[in-house]
């Protein structure tokens, strides 16, 4: 009998299915969302921008272009934290799925609660004493969803939930969204005296 199953056994090349190439990550239709995001920081870095009413950002690696719609009389923070909120959707889409429940939901959800808080803030008349105080409140909001994305990313990194470039350009647009928010902050506080 042992004899028998030794002579029908055909070896371990039968049983075990290995792939012949292993797929490169940079071809991998992942990596290209993350290859739009650090295409648009780098267009940002070097101070490129385009004329005409939707942004696109570019890459000659990238499979797809994401398109940021900006509008004319749009603050300048609103459309930062709309780049932001679409980078760490994309990015977070891809991390493992143990950081879903944990890292992943936070930060989606304190880019969209800043985002929630801008426009607001920015819809806001400042006509009476009441909606001065409420953009006040909307916009220190939207500083305080940006501070605690700023420590969420960290830990993110921290826990290998993202890579080391995705936590330096959220950080990158980070601090364009907070110092455009203080600034904005500080001309309500002149316009108010």
């Not at 385009?50 to 000659?60: C, I, Y």
Request: glycine share 2%.
């Amino acid at each position: 009998m042992y004899n028998r199953e030794m002579n029908n056994y055909k070896g371990r090349e039968q049983d075990i299915k290995i792939k012949a190439t292993v797929p490169m990550v940079a071809n991998r239709k992942e990596s290209a969302q993350d290859k739009l995001a650090v295409a648009g920081a780098v267009s940002r870095i070097n101070g490129t921008q385009t004329n005409d009413t939707l942004t696109t950002a570019e890459h000659p690696d990238l499979d797809r272009e994401t398109i940021v719609r900006e509008d004319a009389s749009e603050l300048m923070v609103i459309t930062k934290a709309k780049k932001l909120t679409a980078y760490v959707i994309t990015v977070t889409e891809k991390s493992p799925k143990r950081f879903r429940p944990v890292f992943v939901s936070r930060m989606q959800n304190y880019c969209l609660d800043c985002m929630e808080c801008l426009i607001e803030a920015n819809s806001l008349r400042m006509d009476t004493v009441r909606n001065k105080e409420k953009r006040k409140d909307c916009q220190h909001n939207a500083y305080m969803k940006l501070k605690l994305l700023s420590y969420m990313a960290f830990l993110a990194l921290e826990n290998q939930c993202i890579l080391r470039k995705q936590y330096e350009q959220i950080s990158i647009a980070l601090a364009d969204c907070i110092n455009l928010l203080v600034a904005w902050r500080k001309s309500d506080a002149v316009r108010n005296k």
